[in-house]
């Protein structure tokens, strides 16, 4: 916290993260108060403590129900529909492991399409239910296809001359 009485130092080639938190008036005017740390109107501590009271016991509840409902890519559809609300802008997930040469059937149907089916379908239920899918854009793609024959090893190679996009949301 720094009291400004002229100039303000910076935190300089720190960055402005790192700039400390100035009070530009005078502590001892009857109307003082400080940027950012000031109730809005109408606003109490009381309302604040209620309203934080609440959070915590939705947050509570839900997280037991998702993080015992949903596997890995589950949880970061879920992480990217709150990164959404919050305002960020771009989120992507990792979802590997397609590279399937052998066994590609099983591998598919046991794991990989589940994960993705349920992840992605939830992903589009729970931006929807938020009023945000409207204005979210989902892009789905890997770096390249799949052989249309299956190998020796019951598995599909690369297969640059195509592959698969999936786009929804967006209105």
Same mark, same amino acid.
């Given at each position: 916290?720094?009291?400004?009485?002229?100039?303000?130092?910076?935190?300089?080639?720190?960055?402005?993260?790192?700039?400390?938190?100035?009070?530009?008036?005078?502590?001892?005017?009857?109307?003082?108060?400080?940027? #950012?740390?000031?109730?809005?109107?109408?606003?109490?501590?009381?309302?604040? #403590?209620?309203?934080?009271?609440?959070?915590?016991?939705?947050d509570t509840a839900f997280?037991?129900?998702?993080?015992?409902?949903?596997?890995?890519?589950?949880?970061?559809?879920?992480?990217?529909?709150?990164?959404?609300? #919050?305002?960020?802008?771009?989120?992507?997930?990792?979802?590997?492991?397609?590279?399937?040469?052998?066994?590609?059937?099983?591998?598919?149907?046991?794991?990989?399409?589940?994960?993705?089916?349920s992840g992605v379908a939830?992903?589009?239920?729970?931006?929807?239910s938020h009023g945000i899918?409207?204005?979210? #854009?989902?892009?789905?793609?890997?770096?390249?296809?799949?052989?249309?024959?299956?190998?020796?090893?019951?598995?599909?190679?690369?297969?640059?001359?195509?592959?698969?996009?999936?786009?929804?949301?967006?209105?």
């Open positions: 916290v720094q009291s400004t009485n002229g100039g303000v130092e910076t935190a300089g080639y720190l960055g402005v993260a790192h700039n400390p938190f100035a009070i530009n008036d005078d502590p001892n005017k009857d109307n003082f108060s400080v940027r #950012a740390l000031t109730l809005p109107q109408g606003l109490s501590m009381e309302r604040i #403590a209620a309203r934080k009271s609440l959070l915590e016991g939705l997280r037991a129900v998702d993080t015992k409902s949903q596997n890995s890519f589950g949880q970061a559809c879920l992480w990217a529909r709150r990164l959404i609300e #919050a305002g960020v802008r771009f989120v992507s997930i990792d979802f590997g492991g397609w590279d399937t040469h052998q066994d590609n059937f099983k591998r598919l149907k046991d794991d990989k399409l589940p994960k993705l089916d939830g992903l589009l239920e729970d931006l929807g899918l409207d204005k979210t #854009a989902l892009m789905m793609t890997g770096e390249f296809g799949r052989t249309p024959k299956v190998n020796q090893r019951g598995g599909r190679d690369h297969w640059a001359r195509a592959m698969s996009i999936v786009m929804a949301g967006a209105g």
